[in-house]
């Protein structure tokens, strides 16, 4: 009885979303992609800039970075977002 209370309470636990946690992408190729999740409360956008046509970063952040000259920044605030 014990055992089957303990796996209620720990499935209860991983199904409970204790907030909403953003999803961003930090690499994308044709064969790969790898995620990064966001720190909740703090981080508020996902993130990708490049810098004249050469592959740049990606990830979380709190705002938009910002943009030096000849690089393009784009942010958004869904998951997966800045594909």
């Known amino acids: 009885m014990k055992t089957l209370l303990l796996?209620?309470?720990v499935v209860t636990i991983m199904c409970?979303?204790?907030g909403y946690t953003l999803i961003c992408l930090t690499h994308k190729s044709a064969v790969f992609e790898t995620t990064e999740t966001c720190l909740p409360g703090l981080?508020?956008?996902c993130y990708k800039r490049w810098y004249m046509g050469?592959?740049?970063d990606a990830g979380c952040a709190v705002t938009c970075p910002r943009k030096l000259p000849l690089e393009i920044v784009v942010c958004c605030a869904t998951?997966?977002?800045n594909r």
């Open 16 to 18: 409970l979303d204790f």
């Open 7 to 9: 796996t209620l309470v």
């Open 43 to 45: 981080h508020k956008v």
């Open 79 to 81: 998951d997966k977002c």
């Open 54 to 56: 050469t592959s740049g």
